[in-house]
């Protein structure tokens, strides 16, 4: 909008200036205009976006994001990195699609926010005998690593009552000799802050049934046979063992020392492991660590893990021990896991265990 004062006329004398301003009010007449306030309204968008960028086909290819698009999700193109806004322990910070645009498999990019397993036997290690004293060789392996360690066949009841890690080196004591070639045992090793490289498939928690006897045959859709698992009872009302475990697509067949009888007796939890790029995750290890008994304690040990919640899946090995004191049930509550064993532990020192919680996405 031109207004008068903006131009210059000292040049003129009264008169004159009075002619040409009056020429330039009705050349160029004084105008108002209003403007009027708009609302804009946001898209809306799936998934609890923070934020999504979308590429010339219309899918997103990158963006924050408060939790991750179910797997099988459409929309997101292949390469798409999601930033997980507010990621908590345990969780990846980045999360990249593997899979396609039209059915997204999101999978961990870079370093994680807590524990990532980030070495896992590639195949089951052979029993050597001799002793009750197993020894896996594996440049991997460092000093105070956190093994767990899992027979995946055996021929009787004979348990891991410890699992110690040193340069290259695990070893294993077990209640027996294990026989030569007569068992076979996987293992896996937690790592805080490091990129992993296998993810959590599946995990969960079975209640036994009468109707179960001593191999119990748990459906997990999608499992494999290559894939690698770990087990625990969580309930129990005597000293059953778990002897073995054998994957079978869409099943783990968990052989135990006993019929579990009755149901509600006895629970089982377990993790079912994959090397990363072809899955998303169901779970992420929330909780990892090792527990050093004490002289005070007994056979029932109470661990303070704050933040437990009830829902999380426990899965503990032996670490240290003195003798063949075995698992009989892991529980947890909220910030407790609680883990009985045969025995009282007695001395300070002689038994720990290696424990973690797996929590869904």
């Excluded at 908590?88 to 498999?105: C, D, E, K």
Aim: net charge negative; hydrophobic share 35%.
């Amino acid at each position: 909008m031109a207004t008068i004062e903006q131009h210059d006329f000292s040049a003129f004398n009264g008169k004159q200036r009075k002619q040409l301003m009056k020429c330039f009010d009705e050349e160029y007449p004084t105008t108002t205009q209003t403007l009027t306030n708009k609302t804009l309204t946001s898209p809306t968008i799936t998934d609890t976006p923070v934020s999504l960028l979308k590429d010339a086909s219309g899918n997103y290819y990158e963006g924050c994001v408060t939790s991750l698009p179910a797997a099988g999700s459409s929309g997101y193109a292949v390469g798409c990195i999601l930033n997980l806004s507010g990621c908590v322990l345990g969780q990846h910070p980045q999360y990249i699609n593997m899979g396609t645009a039209t059915s997204s498999i999101f999978v961990p990019l870079g370093i994680c926010n807590g524990y990532a397993f980030d070495v896992v036997s590639e195949e089951a290690a052979v029993s050597a005998g001799g002793d009750a004293t197993e020894v896996i060789t594996d440049d991997r392996i460092r000093p105070g690593d956190m093994a767990h360690v899992q027979v995946v066949k055996s021929d009787d009841n004979d348990q891991i009552c410890g699992a110690v890690c040193t340069d290259s080196t695990l070893t294993l004591t077990c209640t027996a000799d294990p026989v030569i070639n007569l068992k076979n045992y996987n293992w896996a090793i937690p790592r805080d802050n490091v990129s992993g490289t296998y993810d959590i498939f599946a995990a969960g928690t079975y209640d036994c049934l009468t109707a179960d006897d001593a191999t119990i045959a748990i459906t997990v859709a999608g499992v494999e046979s290559t894939d690698i698992c770990f087990c625990n009872f969580t309930a129990s009302d005597d000293n059953d063992l778990i002897s073995d475990i054998i994957l079978t697509t869409n099943t783990i067949t968990v052989t135990a020392s006993a019929d579990p009888d009755v149901a509600g007796k006895h629970s089982l939890s377990y993790i079912v492991l994959r090397k990363r790029g072809t899955f998303q995750p169901s779970h992420y290890i929330a909780y990892a660590g090792t527990r050093a008994c004490l002289t005070t304690d007994d056979d029932t040990v109470a661990v303070t893990v704050t933040g437990a919640l009830a829902t999380d899946v426990p899965i503990a090995t032996f670490n240290a021990t003195d003798d063949t004191d075995t698992f009989e049930k892991l529980t947890v509550a909220a910030d407790s896991l609680t883990i009985c064993v045969s025995a009282d532990p007695d001395t300070d020192g002689t038994h720990s265990w290696n424990y973690l919680l797996a929590r869904a996405y």
